[in-house]
C-alpha cells in the first residue's frame, strides 16, 4: 500500500523514539549474525554438530528475528501484531531456556566446554545469563501498558544475551582468564549507547537502562560468587558425575581441543 512521507517537521519525538528503538534491534542482530558467521567460516564451528545445538541455534536466531520484527511492528505502529507476535514471544524465551539448559549441561558432562572458560563457571554463569534475560523479557512483558518501560526492557534483556556473539568477535583465548567477563562487559555497549542518547534527546537517562547494568552486575557478581565456592563446587560434581566431564578439574582452564572442531559435542 502506497504511504505519503510526513514532512520532517511533523516527526515527533515518540516516532524518533521507535527509530531509535530499531536501530538498536538491528545492531544487536548484526552482532549475533557476525559472531556466528566468523564462527563458522573460520572453521570453529560445524552443521556437523549434534541435534541440540542445532535446535539450540534454530530458537536463539529465531529470537533476534522476533525482536527485529517486534520493533519493526512499533515503530510502523501496527500493534494488532506486535501484540499477537509478544505473546508467541513469551512462550519461545522459555523454549530458548530449555534447549540452552541441554546443551550446557551436556558440554560439561562430555568434558567439551571452550578451553578459555572454567568449566565450574561455564555451567553456573551460562544459566544465570539466560535468567536475566528471561526476566527482563517477562518483565518487558508484564509492563507492556508502560511503552516507554516495555521497549526498553525488552532490548536490555537483548543486550544482556549478545554475550555468545561478543565471545566469537572477541580474541578469547587472548582473555583468559577474564574471557567471560570480558564478553559480558562488551554487551554493555548497547544500554550506555542507549543511555548517552536518552541524556542528549530527552535530558535524562531513562531508568530502564540502569535496570539492565543493575541486573548485569547483580548476575555476574552472582556467578562469580557461586562458582568459586563450595556451592559451585557441589553443583558441578553433581551434574558431571559418571560422565566424562568429572575428571575435568571443574576450575582448572581445559586443553585446546586437537581433533575437529564440533560445536557443542
Known amino acids: 500500500m502506497a504511504t505519503v512521507a510526513a514532512p520532517s517537521a511533523s516527526v515527533t519525538p515518540m516516532s524518533r523514539e521507535r527509530r531509535f528503538f530499531l536501530i538498536m534491534a538491528i545492531a544487536m542482530a548484526l552482532t549475533v549474525v557476525a559472531g556466528f558467521s566468523t564462527q563458522l567460516a573460520m572453521g570453529r564451528s560445524s552443521f556437523g554438530s549434534p541435534l541440540r545445538v542445532h535446535v539450540h541455534a534454530v530458537l536463539f536466531m529465531g529470537w533476534v528475528a522476533i525482536l527485529l520484527l517486534q520493533t519493526t511492528f512499533a515503530a510502523r505502529q501496527s500493534m494488532a501484531l506486535h501484540r499477537r507476535l509478544g505473546w508467541v514471544g513469551a512462550g519461545w524465551v522459555a523454549a530458548m531456556i530449555a534447549a540452552a539448559l541441554v546443551v550446557i ?90 543511555m548517552i542518547r536518552d541524556k542528549r534527546v530527552l535530558g535524562r537517562v531513562h531508568p530502564a537502562w540502569m535496570v539492565t547494568v543493575a541486573v548485569f552486575v547483580a548476575y555476574t557478581a552472582a556467578y562469580e560468587l557461586i562458582a568459586y565456592s563450595p556451592v559451585g563446587a557441589s553443583i558441578y560434581s553433581a551434574v558431571t558425575a559418571g560422565y566424562p566431564g568429572a575428571s575435568v578439574d571443574g576450575l582448572a582452564f581445559p586443553p585446546p581441543p586437537t581433533g575437529p572442531l564440533i560445536t557443542g559435542r
Open 105 to 194: 549441561v551436556a558440554m560439561a558432562r562430555n568434558g567439551t566446554v571452550p578451553f578459555f572458560f572454567r568449566p565450574q563457571q561455564f555451567l553456573i554463569a551460562d544459566p544465570m545469563n539466560l535468567v536475566a534475560f528471561a526476566g527482563m523479557t517477562w518483565a518487558a512483558i508484564s509492563m507492556r501498558r508502560r511503552t516507554d518501560w516495555h521497549a526498553r526492557m525488552h532490548l536490555g534483556a537483548m543486550a544482556l544475551l549478545t554475550g555468545p556473539a561478543f565471545g566469537r568477535l572477541l580474541p578469547m583465548p587472548l582473555l583468559a582468564p577474564y574471557a567471560f567477563e570480558a564478553a559480558g562487559l562488551a554487551t554493555l555497549i548497547f544500554p550506555v549507547a542507549a
